[in-house]
Nanobody, 121 residues
């Protein structure tokens, strides 16, 4: 079993900051990429940012310069520091990790249950 547990969502005013955390636990041999996706009401899930085990980072254009993704490989944890939040950042944020559970198994996608971020104007 693999679990991704997110924390840090909540309500914040526009211009404010929040930090999301996601810890992976369970039967894990190695983790490749970890990242954050979001889904706003009536919209498709979209990539916010991801980071590989080697530290390569990718951001959505809409969050560049405002959000920072980081990762603690020893703790199997990924963070998302969100600054200068806007009402359009309101969404459920999902943690994603690409995990290999055993040495010879394939990498598979795992998801957290999501944490709600609400930005008021």
């Amino acid at each position: 079993q693999v679990q991704l547990v997110e924390s840090g969502g909540g309500l914040v005013q526009a211009g404010g900051s929040l930090m999301l955390s996601c810890a992976a636990s369970g039967s894990i041999f190695s983790i490749n990429a970890m990242g954050w996706y979001r889904q706003a009401p009536g919209k498709q899930r979209e990539l916010v940012a991801d980071i590989t085990s080697g530290g390569s980072i990718n951001y959505a254009d809409s969050v560049k310069g405002r959000f920072t993704i980081s990762r603690d490989n020893a703790k199997n944890t990924v963070y998302l520091q969100m600054n200068s939040l806007k009402p359009e950042d309101t969404a459920v944020y999902f943690c994603n990790a690409v995990i290999r559970r055993r040495r010879l198994s394939n990498y598979m996608d795992y998801w957290g249950e999501g944490t709600l971020v609400t930005v008021s104007s």
